[in-house]
């Protein structure tokens, strides 16, 4: 086993550089990820190492970035792309919804689109209007489109690799809020499948369901809880869709009690087909309503109030306290 | 067409003449810069293609009032700028065509029942893009210009342009309507093709109309005039000239696939039915302007000119009794497309399919053969 502690940042950085230098049809392309190296530092060095037909610097057009990824694939590369930041990528909406997500349908299964939609996304770094948003849900609910998200460093390195080598488009959520957070990377292997569900702290009293920056959270919750007594099980979605769900239903067949934690707004989030699901599943385990803790129905709000917009530990724990009280 | 109550409304029609090589009247001319290079026989050619394509549109029209499809998009009166583009482009190059470019799919080699399945609502495509070289008609407006610019840049990546080769060098086509140039899209791609020097051409057929909205309502310039500001070449052709369409796009497709960038061709035609057949096209334009395109036919002044060139009735008989045969082809092959078959559907979502997929599937089929004298 050869583990490195870094940063998601570099752990994407390295598993990018990975995919790459395995297929030389894999192709980074988004704005100011050459010279600059991202934004954010994700592709920094890539362009230098794979020059600039592989790690294309592209005009300021979210759309033509997925437009010309697409005829990219008609010649056979494996476009990765990078959208700056979560709310700039409406622009390139309908090229993902209308085109991406139906080439393979539309010829019957003919044509391959094996194109990664990189997004960082999410709040809690203090930032302006439209870099904080969470759009998974718009991407999920999306017949035709697959979309993941990872939590920690070991996690973003394997499953961007594994995100590229798949032949179906993937929209790949990034944490932004932990990019900066260093963790174990084992570069040798990874023992998880892209889509699969991880149980990432073992409890008997509730089952904490959530994914990519929340996962952090609900495990401090998870954490604080123990002075009350409490064990709760935390799960780690990894996967939105598919969704992966069999650790969930077994999970909360034994606790009885489900709180699923998101960033995005409730009405019509993740949280809500994850209740329907829990409900179809367990419903004869259940001994309380599932419960969702969630950032609120209104877009999101200046930074400042971003604090009390999030979930946050307490927030969680209540939503814990509220469905073991109506047991 | 202008409105003449609206002293702004901008003239788009009458800047530099469109290229001309071949007069309504059926004569020969000159242009400075184009000249078709093909002899007697080639001309044969492409009025064949011409014949054969506007069959392909009157019948799928009448299969669509009899009921067979559900609608269709006619061509009429857009054949010559279909079929000299189509003709112009090599077997390596790659065409991405909208849903009215069924001279385009034609020319690639398609089987044109496909686009019967399309417009019946059997299939969403059919034929695999990579075979001839075509892509599945695009809908939505003006996306394809993108995917035609993205699939050029990777020609530039694989190194096959500008080396000379001419059965190796390739170039990627992007057809589009007067309409698509409102969209951003196509704006994008324009911008992108000049800045990578995409090997690609943009052939808009400019047929005056997005559904109702007229072209002086999209453009505040000529079209082939966009080109000017983003750094390539516009070029207007008249666009029922098959000789010119072809002599122009040839150009532009040599200009690509040696290495000197992407061109916009504004192929300047009409359509002479309405947008679909659901549309009413009286509404908005009069008659008389429809007249005036009649006598600008893109078939006839090609007969014509065959005729003054001494070719025998019978081989103008021959050709129909051709035409009538893709006819019959048509209506046959149209009974015989099979109905979509829903339960097969959910396996062409994914490469990969989702234990989701395969369990709506298995909910749908058990609820398809629990009624009696189901298949199963």
Known sequence: MTTEKMTMVKAINSGLRASMEADSKVVVMGEDIGRLGGVFRVTEGLQKDFGDHRVMDTPLAESAIVGTAIGLTFRGFRPVIEIQFDGFVYPAYDQIVSQVARMHFRSSGKVRMPVVIRIPYGGGIGAVEHHSDSPEGQFAMTAGLKVVAPSTPHDAHWMIQQAIASDDPIVFMEPKRRYWESGQVDTGSTDLPLWSSQVVRPGRDATLITYGPMVKTCLASAEAAVEDGLELEVIDLRTLSPLDLAPVVESVRRTGHAVVVHEAARTLGLGAEIAARITEECFFSLEAPVQRVTGYDMPYPPSRAEEEFLPGLDRILDAVDRALQES | ?376
């Open chain 2, 1 to 376: 067409m202008n409105d003449p109550f609206d002293p702004t409304t901008p003239d788009t029609t009458t800047d530099s003449p469109p290229v001309q090589l071949l007069t309504p009247a059926g004569q020969r001319v000159t242009d400075p810069d184009y000249s078709y290079d093909g002899d007697l026989a080639d001309v044969q050619d492409l009025y064949r293609d011409l014949v054969m394509v506007r069959r392909i549109d009157t019948e799928a029209f009448a299969l669509q009032r009899h009921g067979e499809l559900g609608l269709w998009p006619p061509l009429l009166g857009q054949e010559a700028a279909q079929v000299g583009a189509g003709r112009a482009m090599r077997p390596q190059d790659f065409a991405f065509p909208t849903y009215r470019d069924h001279g385009i799919v034609w020319c690639r080699g398609e089987d044109p029942t496909y686009l019967l399945g399309i417009f019946r609502g059997s299939s969403l495509g059919g034929w695999d893009p990579a075979d001839r070289h075509v892509a599945l008609p695009n809908i939505i407006i003006g996306a394809q210009t993108l995917h035609a610019t993205g699939y050029a840049m990777g020609l530039t990546i694989d190194g096959l342009v500008g080396t000379g080769t001419p059965d190796r060098d390739a170039a990627a086509m992007a057809f589009l309507g007067d309409g698509a140039t409102s969209q951003g899209d196509f704006n994008e791609a324009l911008d992108w093709a000049a800045v990578h020097q995409a090997p690609v051409v943009f052939f808009c057929q400019n047929n005056h109309y997005a559904i109702s909205v007229p072209l002086e309502r999209q453009t505040r310039v000529p079209i082939a005039q966009r080109a000017d500001g983003f750094g390539l070449p516009g070029v207007r052709v008249d666009g029922n000239d098959v000789l010119a369409c072809h002599a122009v796009t040839t150009a532009a497709l040599q200009r690509a696939r040696d290495g000197q960038g992407p061109t916009l061709v504004e192929a300047v035609t009409y359509r002479m039915g309405a947008h679909t057949t659901s549309d009413d096209p009286t509404r908005y334009r009069e008659a008389s302007e429809v007249e005036a395109w009649k006598a600008k036919d893109p078939l006839e002044r090609v007969a014509t000119h065959l005729r003054d060139e001494g070719v025998c009735e019978e081989w103008f008989a021959a050709l129909d009794t051709e035409a009538d045969a893709l006819g019959e082809h048509l209506r046959e092959s149209c009974q015989r497309i099979p109905e979509p078959d829903l339960a097969s559907l959910f396996d062409q979502v994914f490469v990969e399919t989702t234990v989701e997929l395969d369990q709506q599937k298995a909910e749908y089929v058990a609820w398809r053969d629990s009624f009696e004298g189901s298949v199963a």
